[in-house]
């Protein structure tokens, strides 16, 4: 038996834009409103394994748990307890009073203006083309193994390993409620929250481990299909652009609109963990020659002036205490990153128990590298990642379009079809890391992938080919 699970998520981190409405218009450009649904468009199939939907990184909504106020997505900052995490060389004891409540299904940045969908729409299609009803975690109900979605939120900001330890311990407390021990889940995971899933599958709940880890596949005796939708298998080269520029929505930092600041990013351990993977970063010097880059050694960022701390105000954003850790919690994060993304490149014994489908799209421009060159005037460095021209140490002029063949490549607008598909592809003469059983390719926005009708069709169709008892043959393609 078996039950479906969406893993969704919203953009990983998109370019700075300049008003909050502009940012959530390009993730999904237009307001909520109701889709017509013809007799024949609604799903007339009964049995149908449960779906879960699992947000990704900024897709959930945090509260204070001790105040109940909302503080993702706010427009305003909270004045009590921010996105900020506390840090400490104990990556796993870096909490606060932030929980989360639920997914994020749409919201109104300005109280005259329609609200602006991010999950309502496809929560909306699986009530009314797909046939599904909402249930909870909670309480699921006689029927909740069938016929029924489920909402997973939780904080984007922890270790990514972590969640996926709490995505089993659900599973399998939500399976103990339903009587179904034997019950398997497909998944239908969007941006991060494929990493999420890879990541439990892979190992349940297991910690990463000292040495090369070794998957056991303790996870799929939950899972049966994996749909990974825009997710960045490779990392993204806009998590460093994060940690450089920081992640605003307005050009300067108001103190009355929500951004996430390159203090802010500094506690984050899930967007480490975005980091393009050791040996795919593509960097460039000033001569657009390659260079080679760790990512994961701190004295790389030394060397580059992105450290937290040669950053002006890092004296005034972090305590006295925090300004004696910082670097001890930085190498610990990095490392811990290194080794997540280690974990889910492992090349397994043998074929993997369970199949992956690729969904994505490789028709946007999308940042793919990253440009370092000297500013020797200042005698500073300068990281560049947009295909602006500039004249070179030696008076040669760099154009934007030599930059741009150089710099960006097409996928979503925010993961590369590169990264995507990095784990359908193998080295010479090793076995694939994942089984992709499938690909499926649209010309679609990263923040739409979930909400695009064609998509949506082409996925209800496989999931309600699965009837509950029932399985579909391997290596479907679509």
């Known amino acids: ?41 609604t799903a007339t199939v009964t049995g149908k394994a449960p779906i879960i939907i699992i947000p990704g990184i900024t897709g959930s909504e945090l509260v204070n748990k001790n105040t109940g106020e909302m503080v993702w997505f706010n427009t305003r900052r909270s004045k009590t307890n921010d996105l900020r995490l506390p840090i400490s060389p104990n990556i796993a004891q870096n909490h606060d009073d932030l929980v989360a409540k639920d997914i994020i299904r749409g919201v109104r940045i300005i109280r005259f203006l329609p609200e602006v969908e991010i999950y309502e729409r496809l929560i909306d299609s699986l009530q009314k083309r797909g046939g599904y009803t909402e249930a909870t975690w909670d309480e699921p109900g006689a029927n909740g193994h069938q016929d029924t979605f489920y909402v997973f939120p939780y904080d984007w900001r922890l270790d990514n390993v972590e969640t996926a330890r709490l995505l089993i311990r659900k599973i399998e407390a939500l399976k103990k409620k339903l009587g179904k021990p034997d019950l398997k889940f497909n998944v239908i995971a969007h941006s991060m929250g494929g990493l999420i899933t890879r990541y439990a599958a892979m190992y349940g709940d297991r910690d990463l481990s000292a040495g090369d880890p070794k998957p056991n596949w303790a996870g799929t005796r939950h899972f049966e299909k994996i749909f990974l939708l825009g997710t960045p298998n490779e990392g993204s080269i806009l998590a460093l652009n994060a940690f450089i520029n920081g992640y605003s929505y307005a050009p300067i930092n108001l103190p009355w609109v929500r951004d996430i600041n390159i203090y802010d990013v500094f506690t984050i351990p899930s967007l480490y963990q975005l980091l393009p993977h050791e040996g795919s970063l593509r960097a ?13 050694n701190p004295a790389t960022w030394e060397e580059y002036e992105w450290a937290i701390w040669k950053r002006k105000n890092f004296s005034k954003e972090f305590s006295a205490e925090e300004q004696k850790v910082a670097r001890l919690y930085f190498r610990n994060v990095l490392d811990r990153a290194k080794k997540f993304q280690t974990a889910l490149n492992a090349r397994p014994l043998d074929t993997a128990p369970v199949t992956f489908h690729l969904v994505g799209s490789d028709c946007k421009p999308t940042n793919n590298a990253v440009l370092l060159r000297q500013d020797k005037k200042r005698e500073k460095w300068i990281t ?18 030599e930059l741009t ?50 998509i949506q069709d082409k996925l209800f169709n496989m999931l309600t080919q699965t009837q509950i008892g029932q399985q579909i043959p391997a290596g479907t393609r679509q």
């Open 405 to 454: 063949s150089l710099l960006m490549g097409m996928g979503d607008g925010v993961v590369t079809r590169r990264s995507l598909a990095r784990q359908s592809l193998a080295k010479p003469g090793e076995a694939a890391t994942l089984l992709i059983d499938s690909e499926l390719s649209m010309c679609e926005s990263h923040g739409s992938l979930v909400s695009n009708a064609d």
């Open 284 to 296: 460039y010097d000033e001569d657009l020659q390659p260079m080679e880059i760790d990512l994961f």
């Open 1 to 41: 038996m078996r039950m479906y699970i969406f893993i969704s998520m919203r953009a990983i981190l998109t370019r700075k834009i300049w008003f909050v409405l502009l940012f959530l218009a390009a993730v999904v450009p237009v307001a909520a409103q109701d889709v017509p649904v013809s007799a024949e468009e």
């Open 384 to 401: 560049q990642f947009k295909p602006s021209s500039y004249t070179a140490s030696d008076g040669k002029k760099i154009t934007s379009e």
